[in-house]
């Protein structure tokens, strides 16, 4: 029997490709982003952490289980609970994390699965695969939300742990390959937001507009801090502010000089 470990599962989902979605969190990235909103999904097996609960206003001490390993079977009897909602919405399932390359065996399963059942398949990822992999599962994906987070390779290698040479020509060859891909740029204020990362960025995306959908700009949020503390990772960022409406509306406007739709949020 083929399992997945995953961590979250969120129904009705509409910021994660077209449509009503299901999404599915699967464990496990190669990176550590600083900014990371769900560090629960790096390690690519459950975690278990100490946290306090409240019983009759008592505090106790007490685990919690980031992650779980699931039936594939069973995981599809989820994805297809909604699947009068995707053929209303034109949605589908999207296929997230961490990383879902980094299962790569059964996230193969579960597209092929969701195409058997007729669903539209997208998948959110970092890019940092062996081609190998990107060329068994592009024929299941109809939709890539493709992370485009430094262009400069130090500043990568700093922010995320990884250089960006992989990431950017995998993103190459999905669009040569005729992959509907949709860029998704985390602004993090000082991370990536210098006229020189911004000046490159636009370079790079104006180069492939032929062959893009969209672009989306996603604004740094410090919600994930807690999750940090929980976990007992050092959070790196504890000084940068989120991205105000002004500096999003600017980027936004230069970005849109590419030529592209460039959307503020998924
Ligand atoms: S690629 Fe995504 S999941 Fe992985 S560390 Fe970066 S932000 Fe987190």
Redesign the pocket.
Same mark, same amino acid.
């Given at each position: 029997m083929s399992h997945v470990i995953i961590f979250d599962i969120k129904r009705f989902a509409v910021h994660d490709g077209p449509g009503i979605r299901t999404t599915v969190f699967m464990k496990g =990235?190669?990176?550590? =982003?600083w900014? =990371?909103?769900?560090?629960e999904?790096?390690s690519p097996e459950p975690v278990a952490v100490d946290i306090e609960r409240k019983v009759n206003g008592r505090k106790i001490d007490a685990k919690k289980t980031y992650g779980e390993k699931v039936d594939i079977g069973e995981l599809m009897k989820i994805i297809l609970r909604d699947q009068h909602f995707y053929q209303e919405s034109g949605g589908g399932v999207t296929f997230s %994390? %961490?990383?879902p390359l980094m299962q790569p065996g059964a996230l193969e399963e579960l597209l092929a699965l969701s195409k058997k059942h007729g669903l539209h398949t997208t998948i959110d990822? =970092?890019g940092?695969a062996k081609r190998e992999i990107l060329e068994r599962i592009l024929p299941l994906t109809e939709l890539f939300l493709y992370?485009i987070?430094n262009m400069d390779p130090e500043l990568h290698r700093k922010y995320? %742990?990884k250089d960006n040479a992989l990431i950017l020509s995998n993103a190459d060859f999905l669009l040569e390959n005729k992959a509907q891909v949709i860029f998704r740029i985390?602004v993090v204020p000082g991370v990536n937001t210098s006229d020189d990362e911004i000046e490159k960025m636009a370079a790079f995306i104006f180069q492939r507009r032929e062959n893009l959908n969209e672009v989306h700009l996603l604004p740094y949020h410090r919600i994930a801090e807690n999750k940090y503390l929980k976990l007992g990772i050092k959070y790196k960022l504890p000084d940068t502010g989120e991205p105000g409406a002004r500096m999003m509306q600017n980027l936004k406007q230069r970005f849109e000089s590419t030529g592209l739709e460039i959307l503020i949020g998924g």
């Open positions: =990235c190669p990176l550590r =982003c900014w =990371c909103h769900n560090p999904s790096q %994390g %961490g990383e990822t =970092c940092f992370d987070k995320t %742990g985390p």
